[in-house]
C-alpha cells in the first residue's frame, strides 16, 4: 500500500486539562448533593428530568461534574457510554450518578435501579467505582442515596 491510497481519516487526540485546584471532597451523600444541586437549575427542577455526573478521582475529591442529559417531566435519556468515555478521558476512579424526580417521590423505581446496576457492573470492569446514585426531589430541599440505602 502506498501513502496516495491511504484513505483520510480523522486524527484521534487526547488531553486532559483541569481548571480547577480546590474541588471540594466527598466523605458522604450530603457532601455530594450540596455540589450537585447547584448544577440543576431551580427553574426546571420540578419540571424536567436532569441526569449529572460527578467523577472523582482516588481520594474521592471532585474532578468535574458532566450534565449527561435533560429529558421530560418522567425520564431522560442516559447512554453509559457517554458516561464511560468521559470517566476515562477525566481519569476518574470514581463516580456519583445524580438525577432529579420532578414529581418530589424520591423512591427509586425499578427503570433507576437497573441503570444503577448496568453502570456499576460496566465501570466495574475499568476499575471505576460507582460511589452512589443521588436521587433529588424536585419539590423540596431532599434526596435519596442508593449507598446511604445499602443499594449500591
Not at 16 to 32: E, F, G, V, W
Not at 134 to 141: D, F
Amino acid at each position: 500500500m502506498n501513502a496516495y491510497n491511504v484513505v483520510n481519516v480523522a486524527e484521534i487526540q487526547v488531553s486532559y486539562n483541569p481548571t480547577c485546584y480546590n474541588n471540594p471532597l466527598i466523605s458522604r451523600s450530603q457532601d455530594a448533593f450540596n455540589v450537585l444541586r447547584k448544577f440543576i437549575p431551580n427553574e426546571t427542577i420540578s419540571l424536567q428530568e436532569h441526569f449529572l455526573v460527578m467523577f472523582l478521582n482516588n481520594s474521592n475529591m471532585v474532578l468535574g461534574v458532566y450534565m449527561l442529559s435533560k429529558g421530560g417531566i418522567t425520564s431522560t435519556s442516559v447512554d453509559p457510554r457517554l458516561i464511560l468515555a468521559t470517566a476515562l478521558k477525566v481519569a476518574a476512579t470514581g463516580m456519583i450518578l445524580c438525577h432529579n424526580h420532578p414529581s418530589g417521590n424520591l423512591k427509586p423505581s425499578e427503570a433507576d435501579k437497573m441503570l444503577t446496576r448496568k453502570l456499576t457492573n460496566a465501570a466495574a470492569f475499568m476499575d471505576i467505582k460507582i460511589a452512589d446514585h443521588i436521587i433529588m426531589s424536585g419539590t423540596n430541599n431532599s434526596y435519596f442515596s442508593f449507598a446511604d440505602e445499602g443499594l449500591i
